[in-house]
């Protein structure tokens, strides 16, 4: 494995449920800002690769809840890529809290034309960035 990408976060208290637990569906916002700041880490804004005629858009998520994060905790979302495949990423992300595990998470990124919105393979310099974050199976045809 190469290296992991780590991003802070902090629970503020509208992400959390009546129950003073981060709703569910918050678990998403989380993974799309840990592969948004991934990204800009490992390949530059997202912007520059839509103005270059791709796009990724998320074709799969899955969670695995473990534990709850509350109002205020202080998270690392961590970050890295399992997969490189010729049109689609996937990405681990792992929720934690000091060394908890709260919530370990999957997502499958397929690129796409932004001018039909069919699946297109994936451009080099996009693979190249992503390599960085990549474990070292992780490109496959």
């Not at 129950?19 to 991934?38: C, R, S």
């Not at 800009?40 to 695995?64: I, T």
């Not at 709850?68 to 990405?91: N, S, Y």
């Not at 370990?104 to 390599?131: N, Q």
């Amino acid at each position: 494995m190469r290296s992991v990408f780590v991003h802070p976060l902090r629970v503020r208290y509208g992400e959390c449920d009546p129950q003073g637990i981060v709703f569910n569906a918050n678990y998403l916002l989380y993974f799309d800002v840990a592969f948004t700041e991934l990204w800009r880490a490992a390949v530059g804004p997202w912007q520059e690769m839509v103005e270059r005629g791709v796009d990724a858009v998320v074709a799969e998520a899955s969670l695995k809840f473990r534990a709850p994060a509350r109002f205020d905790d202080e998270l690392e979302l961590h970050a890295r890529v399992t997969r490189l495949g010729t049109t689609a990423i996937t990405t681990e992300i792992d929720v934690m809290r000091g060394g908890e595990l709260l919530v370990a998470g999957v997502l499958r990124h397929v690129c796409v034309a932004t001018d039909t919105w069919a699946k297109t393979d994936m451009p080099d310099w996009v693979r190249g960035g992503l390599s960085r974050y990549a474990a070292a199976d992780a490109t496959q045809p």
